[in-house]
């Protein structure tokens, strides 16, 4: 029971962080306007930092690199379905883009994964739990920056941005009680989910941010500097977070 109460506090303090665009609240919209390229760009930039250097990194290690691609192929594919149903039933009834909701399905799928990692730390140590769930913490936050940016972006709303991000967040507190539930079955399962939320993002960076990338600088060098700086820094910040807190 006490690593349940454990796992509950990392996850709420965890969930969090989806609160991060509450600070736009206080911006002109001047100014934010200012700040998307440069969050979509490093948000565009943290997913594939975050796919290739943590989520499928890690499940390398735990499962045969066959299985790794094919659920990650499979996870890519899947987020292709489900923006393609948005695009189709949506498109008429909203102003925001269909990738929007693609990028919460895949974030919340990510999230409940990061809860089942902390459930399984917290249940083999306290301290163990502490330091991973900092670390999950740690590419979290920068990525729900960028996350909330491009649902703005995307056409969402800042008050419904927040909540729709802080919603998505949420789902590692899910993951933290089914992985405590569930805690014999955990780490079977971790190995296939981490390559197909790797898959999803990869989808969402590639079909849909990187393409907005280059409609932000078209092909002015000024700009693309701009563009291009925060897109490597959100991989770059990706990169420096597996080498130092996971080494």
């Known amino acids: 029971m006490l690593a349940l109460i454990w796992i509950l506090i990392a996850t709420f303090l965890v969930s969090l962080l989806g609160l991060v665009g509450l600070f736009s609240l206080w911006v002109k919209q001047k100014r934010l306007d200012s700040m998307l390229p440069v969050l979509v760009s490093f948000a565009a930039g943290a997913l594939l930092g975050g796919a290739f250097f943590h989520l499928l990194a890690e499940a390398v290690e735990m499962a045969d690199m066959f299985y790794v691609s094919s659920f990650a192929l499979t996870g890519f594919v899947v987020a292709l379905l489900i923006e393609g149903f948005f695009h189709s039933h949506l498109c008429e009834k909203c102003k925001a883009h269909p990738f929007t909701y693609t990028m919460l399905f895949g974030d919340a799928v990510h999230n409940s994964i990061d809860g089942l990692v902390i459930a399984a730390s917290f249940m083999t140590s306290v301290t163990l739990g502490v330091v991973t769930s900092l670390m999950i913490a740690g590419h979290e936050l920068p990525q729900e920056m960028g996350v909330f940016g491009a649902l703005v972006y995307g056409g969402h709303e800042r008050k419904k941005a927040v909540i729709y991000s802080f919603l998505a967040q949420s789902t590692v507190i899910i993951g933290g009680i089914a992985g405590f539930l569930a805690a014999k079955k955990v780490d079977a399962v971790v190995p296939f989910l981490l390559p197909f939320a790797a898959g999803g993002f990869i989808y ?41 807190f996971e080494h």
């Open 204 to 244: 969402i960076a590639s079909a849909d941010l990187v393409p907005e990338m280059h409609r932000m600088y078209r092909g002015n060098l000024v700009n693309s500097v701009k563009v291009l700086l925060p897109f490597a820094a959100g991989i770059a910040f990706m990169v420096l977070i597996k080498v130092f």
